[in-house]
Structures are given as structure tokens and as C-alpha cells.
């Protein structure tokens, strides 16, 4: 019998006529890698409300992981962001892919209004760091369907009692990405799949988050 322990990395598939997802070509490369004794098992979700809720929740009973981290692409991010909040509201400046925007719903009804990431989001930030990645805390992962499924994720977490750990990073862009986009940042595939791994080292190592500053001024 295969005992050896798993970690779901999901990615999402592109969007908003993008060719490709950053978050999605990541995680390929980390399909089948062992870190510290568990392998990471991958899988794609739909850019689209509702849906990549019930695929992830689907995922984690298919897998049964103990730690299931979920990644997104971000316009204009320069570095790894590490999320620390989920927020209970579907304010979608876009469409999704299958044309849904919802201004100012719940996601759950009579759901609390947010829910922390259960990773150790400054751990994970500062193990990025010292590997020569660049990477934060992000305090808002937005109101489109990043925040979304990880709203619905940590929700589904909650509601099996916390047994296992869950959380989200948005990722920049590729560089053929920004390349035909005047002026917007970007990171290397390679960069981002080390990011993600030593973010994932991290979150194995530290059941307790560090005490350091992610915050920001406004
Ligand atoms: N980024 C979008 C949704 C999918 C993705 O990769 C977001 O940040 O909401």
C-alpha cells in the first residue's frame, strides 16, 4: 500500500484572453515532487464561479492531502504574494470563462465575513527571501475568482475541522506574457517554480507561523 503522504497544488487555467496561466504552467513542473516525504499531486480548476469551488473540494476528497496550496496569476505583481485573507464577496470586474460577474454577492450565504490562510504565510515569505526569491504578504487577494475559490476552500477546510492545512499565492506574469504588454512586470517560469517550492518547504517545516512583519502602510 502507497502510505506516502500528499500535497495538492492547484492551478488555474487562463483567463481573460490571456494564452496561458503562469500558475498553471508552475505547477506541471511540480507534478510528482517529493519535498520532505510527500508528493506534490497537481491539478488545473476553471476560472469560473461556483465550479472551481466544487473541483477543488472534489480534489481534496480524491487526494485526501494533508496541505493543499492553491496558486493564481496577478497582473502587475513584481513578486511571489503570499495571501494572508479570504473575503466573504464576489465583485468581479471581468467575466469569468464561462461569463458570470456577480457584483457584491456572497460567496457563502451566512458565511463569515472571511477566513485566514491556515499556512504560515510570514514563514513561507521569509524562506522565499532568504532563497533569493522575491515574495510578501499580500492582504487582499482581490474580488474576482482567485479570492473565490479560496474563500471556498477555506470554507470546505473549516467545515471538516481544520484537519488539514490550506492556502493561496498569486504569481506575476510570464515574461512572453509581458512582453506584449507594455511596461507590466514579470518572472521567469523557473523563478516562480523555486518560489513555490520553497514556499511549500516552509509550510512543511513551520505548523506555527514566525512572528515578523507582512504588514503595510496604506
Ligand atoms: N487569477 C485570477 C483568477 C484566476 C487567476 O489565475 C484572480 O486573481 O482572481
Redo the contacts with the bound molecule.
Keep these: 500500500m502507497n502510505t506516502i503522504k500528499k500535497i495538492l497544488v492547484a492551478g488555474?487555467e487562463p483567463?481573460g484572453g490571456e494564452p496561458v496561466?503562469p500558475?498553471l504552467e508552475a505547477i506541471k513542473l511540480l507534478n510528482g515532487r517529493q519535498i520532505d516525504g510527500f508528493e506534490i499531486i497537481t491539478r488545473s480548476l476553471p476560472?469560473v464561479k461556483g465550479s472551481s469551488i466544487t473541483s477543488i473540494i472534489n480534489y481534496v476528497e480524491e487526494l485526501d492531502p494533508e496541505l493543499v496550496l492553491v496558486v493564481?496569476?496577478?497582473l502587475g505583481y513584481v513578486d511571489i504574494a503570499v495571501e494572508r485573507v479570504a473575503i466573504n464577496i464576489d465583485d468581479f470586474r471581468i467575466k469569468d470563462n464561462e461569463g458570470n460577474q456577480p457584483i457584491d454577492e456572497p460567496i457563502v450565504i451566512g458565511g463569515p465575513d472571511a477566513y485566514w490562510s491556515t499556512l504560515p504565510i510570514k514563514a513561507m515569505v521569509g524562506h522565499m527571501r532568504a532563497g533569493g526569491i522575491p515574495a510578501r504578504v499580500s492582504n487582499t487577494?482581490?474580488t474576482?475568482?482567485?479570492?473565490h475559490l479560496f474563500y471556498g476552500l477555506m470554507h470546505a477546510l473549516a467545515r471538516e475541522g481544520n484537519k488539514r492545512r490550506g492556502g493561496f499565492i498569486?504569481i506575476p506574469y510570464l515574461p512572453e506574457q509581458a512582453v506584449r504588454l507594455a511596461g507590466q512586470p514579470s518572472m521567469a517560469l523557473e523563478t516562480i517554480v523555486r518560489g513555490l517550492e520553497l514556499a511549500i518547504d516552509a509550510a512543511l517545516a513551520n505548523k506555527q507561523d514566525i512572528k515578523v512583519t507582512g504588514g503595510t502602510l496604506c
Excluded: D, M, R, T
Design positions: 488555474f483567463f496561466n500558475a476560472v493564481g496569476q496577478s487577494a482581490g474576482f475568482v482567485c479570492n498569486h
